[in-house]
């Protein structure tokens, strides 16, 4: 089976830093897109920012200038660094990864269990 595990969320203050990493594990031929989404309480999950294989990125309005995705294709392990946070980015965040198993030929979406950030005024 196929699993991936984030880590690296919690509370900070207003103006700080976090970073997120999410590995993938299992029987993993490829990854093509990773991703970050975040949730907050009553609202749906939205995307956070993106990446391909190839390093290119995309990121929400919100986060532009924020946030920084990155990837490590030998390790299956997608980052989030978050600077400047704002109470506002307070969410879940869940990282996606679109992941080619060694016994299927097509690409599956994938989602690690979700961390929660906390950024407090």
């Known amino acids: 089976q196929v699993h991936l595990v984030e880590s690296g969320g919690g509370l900070v203050q207003a103006g700080g830093s976090l970073k997120l990493s999410c590995a993938a594990s299992g029987p993993i031929d490829g990854i093509n897109v990773m991703a970050w989404y975040r949730q907050a309480a009553g609202i749906q999950r939205d995307l956070v920012a993106n990446i391909t294989r190839g390093g290119i990125t995309n990121y929400a309005d919100s986060v532009k200038g924020r946030f920084t995705i990155s990837r490590d294709n030998a390790k299956n392990t997608v980052y989030l660094e978050m600077n400047s946070l704002k109470p506002e980015d307070t969410a879940v965040y869940y990282c996606?990864?679109?992941?080619?198993?060694?016994?299927?030929?097509?690409?599956?979406?994938?989602w690690g269990q979700g961390t929660q950030v906390t950024v407090s005024s």
């Open positions: 996606y990864q679109q992941i080619r198993r060694l016994d299927l030929l097509t690409l599956y979406p994938y």
